[in-house]
């Protein structure tokens, strides 16, 4: 366990020994080599747990920020925005009292001198509560119920501005983001819990919220007050914390702090905070003196607290590492890089989502590299070895029209793939979401021909022959100069030239599953012809090749193409959100190549070589009525037998980020087999 200390001084002001308010920054995950200012019986445990008190009754501690901190621009001026969230566990010798509780607090001086333990928290006393001279703003977490002081209960939060008669509390608890419903926290539990207080200097609004330490920050706070803190905050002030004591042994412990000025405060990275202390290891001796009983009423529940807290720990990032994978090293990652890179995967940093999983976005922690991680529920005894070898052999094609696949790693039930980040996201955000973005045509022509170049590279550029089987708007992610770029190899198949591709399930997204592979199974490079085709009518008409509700009767994109290039109206089929300015003659192309590729005959399909060639006019397009193309040639699988498929179109498909594919069809095929 290592402490990150953060903090950029303005050179003048470090002179001074002030912390510049515009660039302050600390974080403290574990307290162990920190600078704390202490006093009381505050003190630092070896692995780096700040407790504030220990043991002792009718105490108080305090740890502050060493340096005075800039909450203004001058003694007038209105306080600036801050943000600050802290871990902190409130462990007593018994389960079910302590006391009296902690606080996170701005004062005007380093450590409170003339404050009281027990009820006043360490931070007020008699004489000076509730005086407005105090400038004093805290948030007591409070384990007892005062009535001089009006408490609510003896489990609750507030804001406390000059004294210990709250302007705003509730019983202690979070609001949880999927239901709405308030749960209870206990806050002597012994159990960590995390607080963000945040002010806003511009709306004078001060918002507090806790939630237990696994859990994301919930999006409504606990406590939500508009006060205008510049009266109270002087230009410089102390940041830090307080805790007391009263007739119960208890320990106020904090395992990571950070605190921004002007900013959101650093998440603190749970996998280096430092271990709760588990209640009683000197009193193992006695505890065989005293009896069973009293093992079981007061050690015990904190003993096993404390085991549950480090197995869930170690469970947290327990992943599958098995012989076979050592020569993968480069290419696999450890669970805890990506935990830690995602944000503990939390919902903020989701991507996009579909039937095979969730993608997230993440910075690695060692090489800053921007990457998304899918999380693929897979059953690991079936084929991993196969599977990760596959993967691995994926990770090394390199074409600029693939979205590089970076490593893996494997979990019980879980596998998760790391790619490179792609900026601007996928292209059905592009095609869908108008008029916000939009591609003009020739930004659409140039990402076709890099898909076109991409999937070419798969199919026959290779040593093996790569399968993608999943080719579709929402799995081309564009790079940050637009560039397309094919990405989402998980469900791809590898096999080796002249093989015959073994008959798998069925894998693809409706309405770019070629008639012949939901009939067999059998993924081919035509199949990803078949797919390209509908991915080409796409782009020029900015409609799905499904319509879930159609506008029209024509719910069916290449019906539709077909039926206007048969009036000879082939125009009338172009995204209207295109505008006019394009080039007809490549519209033209491209769309025929659209209609070429849906073909329900495989082998009347053209390969991906000649596709690239048609679209390089390196090749002219054979005249589509030569070749006798006609409606019924023109095909999907919904026509074969599975009319069911037009109720189950997938919503995910809707998603702006896709990496993770829809599947109604897998399983609606594998589910039927
Ligand atoms: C600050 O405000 C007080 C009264 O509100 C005034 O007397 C004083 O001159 C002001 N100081 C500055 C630097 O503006
Ligand atoms: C209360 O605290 C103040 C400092 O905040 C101190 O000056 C004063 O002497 C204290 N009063 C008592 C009675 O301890
Ligand atoms: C607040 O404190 C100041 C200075 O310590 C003192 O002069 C004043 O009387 C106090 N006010 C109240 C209401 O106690
Ligand atoms: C505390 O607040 C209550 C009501 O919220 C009020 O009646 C009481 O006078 C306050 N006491 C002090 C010392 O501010
Ligand atoms: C939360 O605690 C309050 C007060 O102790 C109680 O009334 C309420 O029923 C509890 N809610 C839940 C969901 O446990």
Not at 449 to 471: C, K, M, N, P, T
């Amino acid at each position: 366990m290592f402490i990150l200390i953060k903090l950029i001084l303005l050179a003048v002001s470090a002179l001074a020994g002030f912390a510049s308010s515009q660039d302050l920054s600390i974080t403290y995950n574990g307290f162990r080599s920190s600078d704390l200012s202490r006093d009381g019986i505050a003190e630092v445990t070896p692995n780096g747990l700040l407790k504030l008190t220990d043991a002792p009754v009718q105490q108080q501690g305090h740890a502050f920020f060493p340096n005075p901190v800039s909450f203004k621009d001058s003694a007038n001026s209105s306080a600036f925005s801050f943000s600050t969230t802290f871990i902190f566990a409130v462990v007593s010798e018994y389960p079910t009292l302590s006391g009296h509780g902690m606080a996170f607090v701005i004062a005007p001086t380093r450590g409170l001198p003339g404050a009281l333990p027990s009820h006043h928290l360490g931070l007020f006393n008699e004489t000076n509560n509730g005086n407005e001279t105090n400038h004093v703003f805290a948030v007591e977490l409070d384990t007892i119920q005062s009535e001089e002081f009006h408490d609510i209960n003896n489990n609750h939060v507030g804001i406390d501005i000059n004294g210990l008669n709250s302007t705003l509390a509730e019983p202690a608890g979070y609001y949880s983001d999927g239901s709405g419903v308030f749960q209870n926290l206990t806050l002597i539990s012994g159990k960590a819990m995390q607080v963000w207080v945040e002010y806003d200097g511009k709306e004078k609004h001060i918002s507090v919220t806790l939630a237990p330490i696994y859990a994301d920050k919930p999006n409504k706070p606990l406590l939500s007050l508009s006060y205008d803190l510049s009266p109270i905050l002087n230009k410089n002030m102390y940041i830090g914390f307080s805790s007391s004591t009263g007739s119960v042994p208890t320990s106020h412990c904090l395992l990571g702090w950070s605190f921004k000025m002007n900013g959101v405060a650093q998440w603190l990275d749970l996998s280096q905070l430092p271990k709760l202390p588990r209640v009683g290891p000197k009193k193992t001796s006695k505890v065989l003196t005293i009896g069973l009983p009293i093992i079981l009423t007061i050690a015990l529940p904190i003993a096993i607290s404390g085991i549950i807290y480090q197995v869930r720990i170690k469970k947290k990032f327990a992943e599958v590492l098995e012989d076979w994978e050592h020569d993968y090293g480069p290419h696999r990652f450890k669970y805890k890089d990506l935990y830690i890179a995602t944000k503990r995967f939390r919902d903020r940093e989701l991507l996009g989502r579909g039937g095979f999983g969730k993608v997230y976005r993440g910075i690695l922690p060692s090489s800053k590299l921007e990457v998304a991680v899918k999380r693929v529920s897979h059953d690991s005894r079936q084929g991993m070895k196969e599977f990760v070898a596959e993967i691995v052999s994926i990770g090394r094609l390199r074409h600029r029209n693939l979205v590089p696949l970076l490593g893996y790693c494997r979990r019980k039930d879980e596998l998760l793939l790391v790619y490179e980040y792609m900026p601007n996201g996928s292209l059905d955000r592009f095609l869908y979401q108008q008029p916000r973005c939009t591609l003009n045509w020739n930004q659409r022509y140039r990402v076709i021909r890099g898909v076109a170049s991409g999937l070419f590279y798969l199919h026959e550029g290779w040593e093996q022959i790569v399968i993608h089987r999943d080719v579709k708007a929402s799995n081309v992610l564009l790079d940050s100069e637009l560039n397309g770029r094919l990405g989402d190899f998980g469900l791809a198949k590898l096999y080796d030239h002249g093989t015959d591709p073994q008959t798998t399930h069925v894998v693809g997204t409706l309405g770019y599953l070629a008639p012949e592979h939901a009939r067999t199974g059998k993924a081919t490079t035509r199949t990803d012809v078949y797919a390209f085709g509908a991915f080409l009518l796409e782009v020029v008409c900015g409609r799905r090749p499904i319509e879930p509700h159609p506008p029209t009767e024509d719910a069916i994109l290449v019906d539709w193409v077909f039926s206007c290039w048969n009036k000879g109206q082939f125009l009338e089929a172009v995204d209207p959100n295109m505008g006019l300015d394009y080039v007809k003659e490549e519209v033209e192309l491209v769309m025929k190549l659209g209609l070429l590729c849906s073909q329900s005959e495989p082998t009347a399909r053209p390969t991906m070589r000649q596709v690239v060639l048609y679209l390089d006019s390196a090749l002219a397009l054979p005249d589509l009525r030569s070749l006798g193309i006609s409606a019924t040639g023109l095909s999907f699988a919904s026509q074969e037998g599975f009319s069911d498929f037009k109720l189950s179109y997938p919503s995910s498909m809707d998603k702006p980020f896709s990496h993770a594919s829809s599947s109604a069809a897998e399983s609606l095929l594998s589910g039927g087999r």
